[in-house]
Each structure stands twice: as C-alpha cells, then as structure tokens.
C-alpha cells in the first residue's frame, strides 16, 4: 500500500503507521492489566462472601476468568459477566443472587470510577461517545471481532483526523506529531531529551531568563 502513496508523502505515511501500531499496543497493554484486575477482584470478592455469608457458590474461579476475559468487550462486558454468576446464584438461594449482584454492582463501580480512568488515561485518550457509534457500526459489520477492536479503531479514527486538521487549518504540526525516523523518534522521546524540554518551558515562564 505504502508504494501507491507519492514519495513526498511516503514518510507520513510511516509515521501514522507507527503511531497506529503504537495505539493499537497502548491499548492492547491496558486491556491486559484491566482483565487482571478484574479476574483478581472477582476471584476475591466472590470467595469472601461465600465464606463470610456462607453461600455455597461453585465455579468461582470460572466466574472471575470470565469477568476478566469479558472486560475485552466494551460496555457489554460487565452485564456478559454477570449472567452466569447470576444462574448459579438462583440455583441457590434469593441470598445468594442479591449478594451476587451486589458484588457485581461493586465492582462495576471500581471499574468505572478508579481502574479505567487511571489505566486508560495512561495508555488512550479518546472520545466515549465516538467509541459507542463505531462499536454498534464495527459490530454490525465484523461481528463480536468489531465488538473487541472498537477502541482502537476509535482512537486511530481520532488519530486521522487530527492530522487532517493540522493540514486543513494550514498548521504547523507540533514536534511530538512530526515524521521522524526510528532514532529521531528515540531520540525525541528520551529521558535526557525530555528534560530540556521541561527546562527550556520552564526558563521560558520566568521573564529575566528569557
């Protein structure tokens, strides 16, 4: 693909390659540590009301691997979760699927309100509502695949069209955004390289060392 692009456009046409992988695997890392935290805490709280209120409850390790693969599908994930816990539970007692559900409630609520912000927030910044429109028109199109990659689509959508604005508006695109080569970019992006940057803000903020 990149040969039917014209020479002048071709290193472009790399760098949005680039960050696209790079979005794609900030992603993908962050999907993995909130599995693992949402099979962890699953696995924990089930076992500890079921020893504490004495509820019987089976398959437990089952039901936080679950809740953890689950936390791959955006939105629908946590209900997905809850729906055999909660087949186990009427099995047992209206105790038992009250105090499920009240656990599943929980940690829903952690989720939302504590893992995904700070996870995500350090991995992809990108708009909820954008996410929904290309999840439902992904999953209409590729299935549940549409279903599992619509975060990434979405934040390689928001990618594109910030690009398209710096060239549309006839802006210069900020250093961080610019074509770079591999040693360039490692260059850009280190430690030492960073720190001039942060002082060279920093001296430009104080008028007497300007």
């Given at each position: 693909?990149?040969?039917?692009?014209?020479?002048?456009?071709?290193?472009?046409?790399?760098?949005?390659?680039?960050?696209?992988?790079?979005?794609?695997?900030?992603w993908?890392?962050?999907?993995?540590?909130?599995s693992?935290a949402?099979?962890?805490?699953?696995?924990?709280?089930?076992?500890?009301?079921?020893?504490?209120?004495d509820?019987?409850l089976?398959?437990?390790?089952?039901?936080?691997l679950?809740?953890?693969?689950?936390?791959?599908?955006?939105?629908?994930?946590p209900?997905?979760a809850?729906i055999?816990?909660?087949?186990?539970?009427?099995?047992?007692?209206?105790?038992?699927?009250i105090?499920?559900?009240?656990?599943?409630?929980?940690?829903?609520?952690?989720?939302?309100?504590?893992?995904?912000?700070?996870?995500?927030?350090?991995?992809?910044?990108?708009?909820s509502?954008l996410?929904?429109?290309?999840?439902?028109?992904a999953?209409?199109?590729?299935?549940i695949?549409?279903?599992?990659?619509?975060v990434?689509?979405?934040?390689?959508i928001?990618l594109?069209?910030?690009?398209?604005?710096?060239?549309k508006?006839?802006?210069?695109i900020?250093?961080?955004?610019?074509?770079?080569?591999?040693?360039?970019?490692?260059a850009?992006?280190s430690?030492?390289?960073?720190?001039l940057?942060?002082?060279?803000?920093?001296t430009?903020?104080?008028p007497?060392?300007?």
């Open positions: 693909m990149r040969s039917f692009f014209p020479n002048e456009w071709k290193r472009e046409y790399d760098h949005i390659i680039h960050e696209a992988y790079q979005i794609v695997g900030k993908a890392k962050g999907q993995a540590i909130l693992l949402i099979f962890s805490l699953t696995f924990v709280a089930l076992h500890f009301v079921n020893i504490v209120f509820l019987g089976t398959n437990i390790f089952t039901l936080a679950l809740a953890g693969l689950l936390e791959n599908v955006p939105y629908l994930g209900l997905l809850l055999p816990a909660l087949a186990i539970a009427l099995g047992i007692s209206t105790k038992a699927t105090i499920v559900v009240i656990v599943y409630i929980c940690i829903q609520q952690i989720e939302n309100n504590l893992l995904v912000p700070k996870v995500m927030s350090k991995t992809l910044s990108i708009s509502l996410t929904l429109l290309v999840m439902l028109v999953t209409g199109a590729f299935g695949l549409g279903t599992l990659l619509a990434p689509f979405t934040a390689v928001e594109l069209y910030r690009r398209w604005q710096f060239y508006n006839g802006e210069e900020p250093p961080e955004y610019q074509v770079k080569s591999y040693f360039e970019r490692r850009y992006n430690l030492f390289a960073k720190s940057r942060s002082l060279r803000r920093l430009q903020k104080i007497y060392l300007r």
